[in-house]
């Protein structure tokens, strides 16, 4: 029984659209691009990059990342704020996360377009 119930735990831990993001973030800290690529929407590969491509630039000045509001509105869809806290800056970004067949994953589109003033 407690190895049934740790196993539903990990599962469903790993399933949310806030760990999505996290998986997206650790892929992008370890200049992993499959992995990355994995947790996403099948938007192009132009979207995919910038996004990764900007989140690599915010690590290498050795952000530390904190979750903020969640908006949860929409069933399949999810728009999480994370916050950027670097030397001499604080940067925010929405990132939009989509349930497909069930799956949560990012949308690197939706996540570039998503307009600041909007949440």
């Known amino acids: 029984m407690a190895t049934v119930t ?15 993001v996290r998986i997206f973030h650790f892929a ?3 200049s992993d691009l499959q992995a990355a690529r994995r947790v996403c929407t099948k938007d192009s590969d132009a979207e995919l ?18 979750l903020g509001r969640i908006d949860r509105s929409e069933s399949d869809r999810v728009v999480a704020q994370f916050n950027y806290q670097g030397p ?5 970004k929405f990132w939009v996360v989509d349930r497909v067949n069930g799956k949560w ?15």
């Open 88 to 92: 001499n800056y604080v940067h925010t």
């Open 105 to 119: 994953l990012v949308n690197p589109g939706a996540t570039l377009a998503f307009p600041i003033d909007r949440f």
């Open 6 to 20: 740790l196993f539903i735990f990990a599962v469903l831990r790993n399933s949310s659209p806030e760990t999505t």
């Open 28 to 30: 992008a800290a370890k």
């Open 49 to 66: 990059s910038s996004l990764y491509s900007d989140l690599q630039k915010l690590y290498s000045d050795n952000v530390s990342v904190s």
